[in-house]
């Protein structure tokens, strides 16, 4: 059983730039999340999808971001117009609902915006 | 108010003895879930122990202990016969509702062990 995947592992871009990840959960796993970590800190919830259907977004999640899970399989983070402050490890994680919906996570993308 | 506090930024053990990460939570739902995570230099977020609010007994899994004081409000990770590859951050983390009616974690801010030889 292959875990969670998540392509690129690091991304440098310019300011402005556009940059998209993608994450792979574990196939058996209905249940998807978006986290971002910056330095120092734990890990914050920024989106969730339950198959396809994302259900929530946190308010972290500015207009700049948007996350898609077609089919209710791989998702994509989109950053736009990147800025500096969206330097950070994005994790995605996944879980199967059950009554202890452990989350399983992802390598992490490291991005840095210069 | 902070929902999940880790008071240690970092903690050092030698090889071989057990040591002892504290955590302690706030919540006001009665259905929650709490759980530890590793996260080794390289970055990736390792599921160790989870422990339900409902669960009579503390959480093992292998040298992974959950020391649950319901009343006081901790959780705190006992790892015994500390490795050197135990070396990393340790993440608390909580889940406030039922599996199934809830799902995001809300994290500390972690606490660096370091396992001397």
């Known amino acids: 059983d292959t875990g969670v995947s998540q392509d690129p592992r690091h991304k440098i871009t310019k300011r402005g730039q556009n940059v998209t990840f993608r994450c792979d959960p574990i196939s058996e796993h209905n249940r998807l999340y978006w986290y971002r970590q910056t330095l120092g800190q734990g890990p914050e919830f920024l989106t969730y999808f339950q198959n396809e259907a994302q259900l929530e977004k946190s308010r972290l999640l500015s207009d700049r971001f948007s996350a898609e899970r077609p089919k209710g399989s791989f998702s994509t983070l989109e950053i736009q117009r990147t800025e500096q402050g969206d330097s950070a490890m994005y994790l995605c994680a996944s879980s199967l609902n059950n009554e202890g919906e452990t989350q399983y996570f992802g390598p992490g993308t490291r991005l840095l915006v210069l | 108010a902070q929902k999940i506090t880790q008071t240690q930024p970092g903690m050092f053990v030698q090889e071989k003895e057990a040591v002892t990460l504290d955590c302690t939570y706030d919540?006001?739902?009665?259905?929650?879930?709490l759980f530890w995570y590793k996260q080794p230099s390289s970055g990736e977020m390792i599921f160790l122990i989870y422990?339900?609010?409902?669960?009579?007994q503390n959480a093992t899994e292998g040298r992974y202990s959950l020391n649950f004081q319901k009343a006081r409000k901790s959780a705190n990770l006992v790892i015994s016969a500390s490795q050197l590859g135990d070396s990393a951050m340790y993440f608390c983390?909580?889940?406030?509702?039922?599996?199934?009616?809830?799902?995001?974690?809300?994290f500390g801010k972690g606490t660096l062990l370091t396992v001397n030889p």
């Open positions: 422990q339900g609010s409902y669960d009579q």
């Open positions: 983390a909580m889940r406030e509702g039922r599996g199934g009616s809830n799902y995001k974690l809300t």
């Open positions: 919540t006001s739902d009665p259905s929650y879930g």
